[in-house]
């Protein structure tokens, strides 16, 4: 059974930053792809960035040059650091995996984890 776990949520002032942690069971490599979306008060969930095959990486636009996501194989984690935040960034943070399997895609979500960015 997969299960992905996320920490690092926190109340952060305008400007700084914070760094998300994903914890998945099995090695990241067995899935295709794994990243972050995030749903503000309100909003429907959105992408924030992907990681597939370890390396390849995918940003929203809103997030390009201020986010970066990147995976530890070997702790089976992965990662988000969020710089410069704005209150704008304000949303939970859902840890998101998907794997192929006979050509059918299996999703799965964390329980997600509140940012709030806010002076």
């Known amino acids: 059974q997969v299960q992905l776990v996320e920490s690092g949520g926190d109340l952060v002032q305008p400007g700084g930053s914070l760094r998300l942690t994903c914890t998945a069971s099995?090695?990241?490599?067995?899935?295709?792809?794994m990243g972050w979306f995030r749903q503000a008060p309100g909003k429907e969930r959105e992408l924030v960035a992907t990681?597939?095959?370890?390396?390849?990486?995918k940003y929203a636009d809103s997030v390009k040059g201020r986010f970066a996501i990147s995976g530890d194989n070997a702790k089976t984690t992965i990662y988000l650091q969020m710089n410069s935040l704005k209150p704008k960034d304000t949303a939970v943070y859902y840890c998101?995996?998907?794997?192929?399997?006979?050509?059918?895609?299996?999703?799965?979500w964390g329980q997600g984890t509140q940012v709030t960015v806010s002076s």
């Open positions: 998101y995996a998907k794997r192929y399997v006979s050509y059918v895609a299996n999703h799965y």
């Open positions: 099995g090695s990241i490599f067995t899935f295709d792809v």
């Open positions: 990681i597939s095959d370890g390396t390849v990486t």
